[in-house]
Nanobody, 117 residues
Framework: QVQLVESGGGLVQAGGSLRLSCAAA????????MGWYRQAPGMQRELVAT???????NYADSVKGRFTISRDNAKNTVYLQMNSLKPDDTAVYYC???????????WGQGTLVTVSS
């Protein structure tokens, strides 16, 4: 059984930075895609960024140029470096993992990011 453990959320002022981490623990040989989604109050969950095993990233337009996704395959860990944070970035951020096509996607428990103006 695979578990996702997230860390790094918190309260930050607008313009500040935070770094989120998500480690996948369990019997894992490799992970196809890792990523982050977020859900603001009253809103639907939305894509923030994903990254393939080979390191190719994909970003939502709203975070391009401000957020950077990366991963450490040896540690089965994905990171999200968030810079120039805005109040609109306030949300619960969820780690998302796809071990292989055809497998169910896995979700972390969520970590709250609050950006004050």
């Amino acid at each position: 059984q695979v578990q996702l453990v997230e860390s790094g959320g918190g309260l930050v002022q607008a313009g500040g930075s935070l770094r989120l981490s998500c480690a996948a623990a369990g019997s894992i040989f490799s992970i196809n895609r890792m990523g982050w989604y977020r859900q603001a109050p009253g809103m639907q969950r939305e894509l923030v960024a994903t990254i393939t095993r080979g390191g190719s990233p994909n970003y939502a337009d709203s975070v391009k140029g401000r957020f950077t996704i990366s991963r450490d395959n040896a540690k089965n860990t994905v990171y999200l470096q968030m810079n120039s944070l805005k109040p609109d970035d306030t949300a619960v951020y969820y780690c998302n993992v796809l071990i292989a096509p055809g497998y169910p996607e896995l979700w972390g428990q969520g970590t709250l990011v609050t950006v004050s103006s």
